[in-house]
């Protein structure tokens, strides 16, 4: 499958599918990599080394920070593929490669993709200039 890169890498990981949207400022422990925020549907579920899939972010600005630091960490998700682009994820992941030479790629997929993405038990992520490569 192919998508839109929004931060460029490579990542392989166990696939994760977010029931809802997830601001990452006070719904992820960047320590743990846990979902913390006590009204999300996962919360307790750990997104450290998954490729996470959701349908877009759920705002603060401040969560870029917070998803960067679980990056840097190494407690983040290995790649992050959206529905619609989200400039907070989007920003977090770019930071954290930036500053702290520490990759998770970020791609927005094709809605007609998202049911055999979804379905996948694991993912590999070539996020690149040119395009993004999904596969199984």
């Not at 593929?81 to 702290?100: H, K, N, Q, S």
């Not at 694991?122 to 999904?134: Q, S």
């Amino acid at each position: 499958m192919k998508a839109v890169t929004l931060v460029p890498g490579t990542a392989a990981g166990e696939v994760f599918v977010m029931a809802e949207p997830l601001s990452f400022w006070g719904g992820l422990d960047a320590a743990t990599g846990a979902i913390i925020d006590r009204w999300h549907p996962q919360c307790d579920a750990v997104l450290t080394g998954k490729v996470v899939l959701m349908e877009r972010g759920r705002g603060s600005s401040s969560g870029s920070s917070v998803l960067a630091e679980a990056i840097r960490a190494g407690t983040g998700p290995a790649a992050i593929l959206l529905l619609t682009r989200d400039a907070i994820v989007t920003l977090g992941a770019l930071v954290a490669r930036e500053l702290y030479g520490a990759d998770c790629p970020v791609a927005m997929v094709d809605a007609a993709d998202w049911p055999a993405l979804t379905a996948a038990g694991r993912l590999t992520v070539e996020a690149g200039a040119e395009g993004t490569t999904i596969s199984g």
